[in-house]
């Protein structure tokens, strides 16, 4: 039986008032997530970075302007969310560590994916971005790196889409990786003009 937008609602209230791991983050407790009914784009990112913890906006940031283009989609449509639901590994700012920000906290995936992306459409396109994601939902035989798993990104299905994150380290990866820009950003925007309809 699908969700109804009240259910919707009610999750997200849900979420955003988690406290679960409120003593291990040094910002505080700030879950960020867009779910709508009818998204029919899923992105599974990291975690939210310092810049949209203080702003409460998921990927604004240089890392969203990077990940927008990427998928072709414009600022309407990634923040309409009955076209785009944005659920991160972790839905709280984990705080900085050496050279970058920690990792996102474990708790938060268990604990809201399975409710989050059951109100979700089945037919849907959920992009996975960077290795945290891609280690909780790419299952297989043999394991991949990032870099295999976005190369061989056909091997997952049309309903599945393997993408490095977007962060300033992007730049010098795609100059090592140019079939990135030449053979799967076409491939990514067309999956997800398909799905926008």
Known sequence: MAASEAE????????????????QLKAG??????LGLGARIVIIGQAPGSKVHASGVPWDDP?????RDWAGLTRDDFYDRSKVALIPMGFCHPGA???????????CAPLWHGRALGVL????LTLLVGGYAQSRYLTGEKRQT????????AAHGPHTFP????SWRSGPWMK????????VIPQLRTRVRERLG
Not at 14 to 22: T, Y
Not at 29 to 34: A, K, L, N, S, T
Not at 97 to 107: A, I, Q, S, T, V
């Open 29 to 34: 407790p700030r879950p960020i997530v867009q």
């Open 146 to 153: 990032m870099t295999e798993a976005v190369r061989d990104f």
């Open 8 to 23: 919707v609602d009610a999750l997200l209230a849900e979420i955003r008032a988690c406290r679960v791991c409120a003593a």
């Open 176 to 183: 090592n990786n140019p079939w990135f820009e030449a053979e």
């Open 121 to 124: 459409p089945m037919d849907r």
């Open 163 to 166: 993408l490095p994150h977007p």
């Open 63 to 67: 890392s969203g302007d990077r990940l």
């Open 97 to 107: 560590g050496d050279g970058g920000d920690l990792p996102p906290r474990p708790e």
